[in-house]
């Protein structure tokens, strides 16, 4: 019967196989090539080196001329570490040596291709930092048979990985951190490594495309408010402007992130300043309406006429507007009752004085038709004055409440974009953190 002994690279290269094989990870970024908020998937290129010994081998480098020798990677046992949060096959050039050391330490050098799943939270965006982690451990040796432990300290992978950074894309890398689970031989399991990645997006490209036009959209929605309604179409200039924000929104469709998780903050913010734009809108129908229609109106109720046009007048500074345009109503009122006055009794000085008895019968029944005309246009004049009293009464209430809709939406607009920013500042420092 033939005996088959065991090869170098099919079993553990201890002396005594209740010795557990330590082996030492290191880990280079060399690139961050994409992330893909819908899928939750992190793209990385990384080097990793992977350092163990080999019991009972070594050799004298000045006898046999050299430190280290390279072995075809099928003459030596090669431990089977993976990434857990690995998603798809490496697509990176193979390698087929590995460095032999004359104290018996091997040294396996390999690039990864990573596709990797990484919980992204997106409700900063476009400030939002990252945190996705790289979680090694052995396929099949538990704890008692193989051990990992970090080769260097993480500061200085961090330092590292920045210095071979080929990629300076969107994302940027601004920490490494490393965690050891505690695991115990009685426990079992597998030992595992897990690197902390924190990558920050670059905000730069979202707020001048993004944030910044927008700003500059809903600007301009608020000093429309300065436009005359009754001699501007300022409703046209609204939905103008509420057609371009929905273009705009259209266009940079794409540069918003699409997910299922969280709805970002930004989402929130565009839907606000589309919903201010369509509130103004509205209120500008009503003045509109209010200012054009006040002819077929009935008049103003008083407590009205105290509220708004005493008080709240008063409050947004259009109480002078008010004093000045009942002042010139009355008058217009005086110069007319002096104008019929004189009209009426100029004409009996003059009969009475200077005109003859015969012409004096024709002067009274000429006087009498004057006096019947006078009054019919009186009474046109007076009920002229009263309509265009109650016109300029509605009036005036549509500017106080036009002028009072325009100082709500300032504030409004105000807190709660300090709001929006309190919430970004406070949830960035929490990833931060």
Known sequence: MREEVLSYSEARPVISLQTPTNVSVDLTLYGILGVDEKSQVLETYLWLRLRWQIEGLSWDPAECGSKRI????????????????????????????????????????MPFHVISSCRLDIYTFPFDIQNCTYTFNSYKHDVQDVQLFFFKPMDAIFKQSLKAMATKGEW?????????????????????????????????????????????????DLFSFLLPPQSVDRASFKMTLILGYTVFLLLMNDLLPVTGNTLPLINVFFSFCMALMVA????????????????????????????????LARLVCL??????????????????????????????????????????????????KMSKDL??????????????????????????????????????????SMTIMVLWAHSYSQDKN
């Open 375 to 416: 009054l019919v246009i009186r009474h046109q004049v007076e009920k002229h004055l009263s309509n265009d009293e109650r016109t300029d009464e509605w009036i005036l209430f549509g500017q106080v409440i036009d002028r009072a809709l325009f100082i709500l939406y300032f504030l409004f607009i105000t807190v709660s």
């Open 172 to 220: 940027e890398l601004i920490d490494m951190r490393g965690e050891k689970p505690v695991q115990t031989y009685a426990e079992g399991g597998w030992d595992e490594l897990i690197f902390h990645i924190v990558l920050r997006r670059r905000s730069g490209l979202y707020v001048v495309n993004l944030l910044i036009p927008s700003c500059f959209l809903l600007s301009v």
């Open 319 to 368: 109480g002078k507007k008010s004093c000045d345009q009942m002042s010139a109503t009355e008058a217009n009122r005086s110069e007319i009752t002096v104008y019929e006055n004189s009209m009426t009794e100029i004409p009996k000085k003059e009969s009475i004085r200077t005109t003859p008895l015969s012409l004096q019968e024709q002067y009274l029944e000429e006087m009498k």
């Open 70 to 109: 390279s072995l075809p990677r099928e003459k030596v046992w090669i431990p089977d570490i993976v990434i857990n949060e690995f998603m798809d096959e490496n697509r990176a050039p193979e390698t087929y040596y590995v460095y032999v050391m004359s104290n018996g330490e091997v040294i396996d050098g």
């Open 280 to 311: 103004s809108l509205l209120e500008t129908i009503l003045i509109t309406n209010i200012l054009c229609g006040s002819s077929n109106y009935p008049p103003l109720p008083k407590w009205i006429r105290i509220l708004v046009l005493k008080y």
